[in-house]
């Protein structure tokens, strides 16, 4: 059942000279923007005790809004419940929302009074801090990679991928007798705590296990900024692969 009754939100006028109806939005009342809050996913939250931070919750995935997305959403929700309709009068509706400012149905100060408290759980606490912490983010990212390389069975070694490489470190998988696959440190930047992984193909005539090794041959580049959770299908498949070439892999990141 249809939880709101949006006719109540419009005044029907009849001109006295055509007798044609006409509608206008009326303000919407704050208990209206507290069910339609609850209903559609906003809510508000602090993270840590300190700041509040307005989020929308759908299906467990969590993602940052003001009050100009929730107007959005509000207006567009709005409009299929009368589109749904097909009685003529809703037309009148419809036209009386086109017709109306859709930034005016809730405003700045509606956030704090609308948007009831959510307490977050550790999967949401985590979702929250990989939107609004850029070192966590950048943490996390990187510590995803490198799990995804030690399950994957890579081995570590501390010294450079290649001489011209600029960073020490770098993960590596041997595939065959003189193939390898190499994920290395590509960039790193202490100030501002940027890891980027990527992720070649090396052919070596004499792999050392540590020190520093250069590959006989260019190095295939296979995916360049590695990323577990965009690149995950196009790392499987180059684990089953592990000669596909970098079209395969992306045909398969570009196809979840």
């Not at 020190?211 to 959770?229: A, H, K, R, W």
Request: glycine letters at 4%; a neutral charge.
């Amino acid at each position: 059942m249809e939880p709101f009754n949006f006719e109540n939100c419009f005044r029907i006028t009849q001109d006295r000279n055509t007798g044609r109806q006409k509608a206008k939005m009326l303000p919407l009342d704050d208990d209206m923007k507290i069910a339609l809050c609850k209903t559609l996913g906003f809510y508000c939250c602090s993270l840590d005790g300190k700041k509040k931070y307005y989020m929308h919750l759908e299906s467990g995935k969590l993602g940052l809004v003001n009050y100009k997305n929730i107007n959005r959403k509000i207006y567009d929700y709005i409009e299929c419940y009368f589109q749904k309709s097909l009685d003529p009068i809703d037309m009148i509706y419809l036209e009386a929302l086109y017709s109306s400012f859709s930034s005016k149905i809730f405003k700045r100060s509606d956030l704090i009074k609308c948007c009831s408290d959510y307490s977050l759980n550790d999967d949401t606490k985590h979702q929250l801090r990989m939107l609004i912490d850029d070192k966590y983010r950048k943490l996390y990212n990187r510590d995803e990679v490198i799990k995804y390389l030690k399950n994957n069975s890579f081995k570590y070694n501390e010294y450079k991928f290649e001489s011209a490489c600029h960073t020490d470190g770098f993960y590596y998988k041997q595939i065959n007798e003189n193939d390898y696959l190499i994920c290395s440190y590509a960039a790193y930047d202490e100030k501002r705590n940027i890891y980027i992984f990527d992720m070649f193909r090396c052919y070596y005539s004499k792999f050392k296990e540590r020190g520093t090794n250069d590959p006989t041959c260019e190095p295939e580049d296979l995916i360049l900024g590695v990323n577990v959770s965009e690149h995950k299908k196009g790392l499987d498949y180059l684990m089953a692969n592990p000669y596909a070439s970098k079209y395969d892999i992306y045909d398969k990141i570009e196809n979840i």
